[in-house]
């Protein structure tokens, strides 16, 4: 298959993990200048106090000044609903461009309703700098990178291609942890089927960095494996799996998972490209806590 960029290009990519959410994020690097691009940041929160803190977001700043990259981009691989995002004060202290992919005006427009958040909330993704579709290339230095849709846990998620290495999201976890849910208001397990084959079609030695682990079994945090080893080894979509029997096995595990607790905050701070909602008419800012309605 001929793919829009040179899939032989090297990045640098150094992932950080936040053990309070098992959330990795990432600098992808280019090696041949300063460039560098920041993938699914993420903003400390406290549910129970209603407290944010930037520690997790502090680390990557303070490797960004260390090595004296320049950011570039700072990209969010879906709408998460399992972390805050960090982006703007990534993007105040580093700069660069803010992007996701397009169908998050879907996303915006579901939990909109879910959060009550009235016509003063913008859902044209306009709070974004950049909306990604299918196929869109960008530069992170002389770095050529790519996106591919990969809806099914939301739609508006899409993987990274950045020369050998593959930002995956939530489309797929380590071999041992599967793929992602979809039963959250807009996911399918039929479309992520076809997202994780569209993603696995890359040639097998493409590396891969996957946005949560979850050490399954007690076994140690990772966070890179291959296309490979995805289809070789991957507990619910090795070569061989049919689709029929994936939705079958995604619906019935779905239905005995609990909500991820950081699942109200994330997704309307997320949906606003990380943002808190407006203040009032005193100055305080306020999340909804929608009784019955996930």
Same mark, same amino acid.
């Given at each position: 298959m001929d793919w829009p960029v040179d899939l032989t290009q090297k990045p640098e990519v150094k992932g950080f993990f936040d053990p309070e959410t098992n959330t990795i994020s990432y600098c992808v690097k280019d090696p041949g200048s300063s460039a560098c691009a920041l993938y699914d940041s993420v903003l400390d929160f406290d549910f129970a106090s209603g407290r944010t803190s930037k520690k997790s977001a502090d680390a990557l700043i303070a490797y960004v000044k260390q090595h004296k990259l320049d950011v570039e981009w700072i990209i969010e691989s879906h709408v998460h609903a399992d972390h805050l995002s960090a982006a703007p004060y990534l993007q105040e202290q580093l700069g660069g461009k803010l992007g996701i992919g397009a169908r998050v005006i879907e996303v915006q427009d579901i939990f909109g309703k879910i959060f009550n958040e009235g016509t003063e909330f913008q859902r044209d993704g306009s709070q974004f700098d950049a909306l990604f579709e299918e196929g869109d290339t960008y530069q992170i230095g002389g770095l050529d990178a790519f996106v =591919? %849709? +990969?809806? #099914?846990? +939301?739609?508006? &998620?899409? /993987?990274?291609? =950045?020369? $050998? %290495? =593959? @930002?995956?999201?939530? +489309?797929?976890?380590?071999? $041992?942890?599967?793929?992602?849910? &979809?039963?959250?208001? #807009?996911?399918? /397990?039929?479309?992520?089927? %076809?997202? =994780?084959?569209?993603?696995?079609?890359?040639?097998? *030695?493409?590396?891969?960095? @996957? &946005?949560?682990?979850?050490?399954?079994?007690?076994?140690? @945090? %990772?966070? *890179? +494996?291959?296309?490979? *080893?995805?289809r070789s080894k991957n507990i619910h979509v090795h070569d061989g799996v049919v689709e029929d029997e994936y939705v079958k096995m995604r619906t019935e595990r779905d239905a005995q998972l609990s909500m991820p607790k950081l699942i109200i905050p994330s997704v309307q701070v997320n949906m606003r490209a990380g943002e808190m909602p407006e203040p009032d008419a005193s100055g305080k800012r306020y999340l909804k806590v929608p009784v019955d309605g996930l």
């Open positions: =591919i %849709a +990969t809806p #099914g846990h +939301t739609p508006a &998620c899409m /993987a990274h291609v =950045i020369g $050998d %290495a =593959i @930002i995956a999201g939530d +489309t797929l976890f380590m071999p $041992d942890g599967g793929s992602a849910r &979809c039963d959250f208001p #807009g996911g399918d /397990a039929r479309e992520l089927y %076809a997202s =994780i084959k569209k993603v696995l079609s890359l040639p097998s *030695e493409m590396r891969m960095f @996957i &946005c949560h682990d979850y050490g399954p079994g007690g076994r140690e @945090i %990772a966070w *890179e +494996t291959s296309v490979g *080893e995805q």
